[in-house]
Nanobody, 126 residues
């Protein structure tokens, strides 16, 4: 069992930056693929980024490449999402999620993630 708690959301102007954190409790954090997803009002939840258990492999949605950076600190049981050059269309509730094991080919598949946080709101003003 893993509990996930996101933090770091807020209101920022376009072009600004935010760093989201997701603290995990429970065991074997380093055994999980960690992902970030987001859901904008009136839209379906979508994949943002994922990181493999060892932190050496990352994957991003095309819309975020070059602007977002996912990282993790297994010693602190925490995964981060650094968001730069934010755009109004990045406005959404951001969720972190955990996928047990190393099925890296499922890194962008929501259904593969078993544990989810409660979400943190990110609002980007124009």
């Amino acid at each position: 069992q893993v509990q996930l708690v996101e933090s770091g959301g807020g209101l920022v102007q376009a072009g600004g930056s935010l760093r989201l954190s997701c603290a995990a409790s429970g065991r074997a954090f380093s055994s999980y693929i960690m992902g970030w997803f987001r859901q904008a009002p009136g839209k379906e939840r979508e994949f943002v980024a994922a990181i493999r258990w060892n932190g050496f492999h990352t994957y991003y949605a095309d819309s975020n490449k070059g602007r977002f950076t996912i990282s993790r600190d297994n010693a602190k049981n925490t995964v981060y999402l650094q968001m730069d050059s934010l755009k109004p269309e990045d406005t959404a509730v951001y969720y972190c999620a955990a996928q047990y094991g190393d099925n890296w080919f499922l890194r962008a598949s929501q259904n593969a993630y078993v544990y989810w946080g409660q979400g943190t709101q990110v609002t980007v003003s124009s």
